[in-house]
Structures are given as structure tokens and as C-alpha cells.
């Protein structure tokens, strides 16, 4: 018969500290040009708030106003 789930490779995961994978995230970092940490900030903030700079353009209100 066969699996109904796929198996899960478990050679892909490790189990590390929270005070490990902070030091491995600073090493990461740090060995990147200053160029490549803001394009990667860039990135993060288009991700976290839905920014498109493609489309987005700056909104235009019009108001009518009569006379009396």
C-alpha cells in the first residue's frame, strides 16, 4: 500500500539555540557589503508592508466645493 504523506527529510533541519542562530545571523550579515544589507532591507520592507514602487503612486484627492 502505498504512503499517503511524503516524507519529511530530516537531514534539512538542525535543532540550534536561540543564542547560536543569533551569533549565525550576525556572522550572515556582517559578511555582506553594506550595498547588499540595504537592497536586503529594501527587499524585507517591500514584503512587509505590500510596496510595489512599480505601481504605487501618490494618491490625488479632488474636492468640490459650490459657492453660495
Not at 511524503?6 to 543564542?19: E, G, K, N, V, Y
Not at 524585507?44 to 504605487?56: E, F, G, K, V, W
Amino acid at each position: 500500500m502505498p504512503e499517503s504523506h511524503p516524507r519529511l527529510d530530516r537531514s534539512a533541519f538542525s535543532i540550534t539555540s536561540f543564542a547560536k542562530a543569533e551569533a549565525d545571523d550576525r556572522t550572515y550579515w556582517r559578511s555582506l557589503t553594506p550595498q547588499q544589507r540595504i537592497e536586503a532591507l529594501e527587499a524585507m520592507r517591500q514584503l512587509n508592508y505590500a510596496y510595489d514602487p512599480a505601481s504605487d503612486r501618490i494618491q490625488r484627492t479632488l474636492e468640490v466645493i459650490t459657492r453660495a
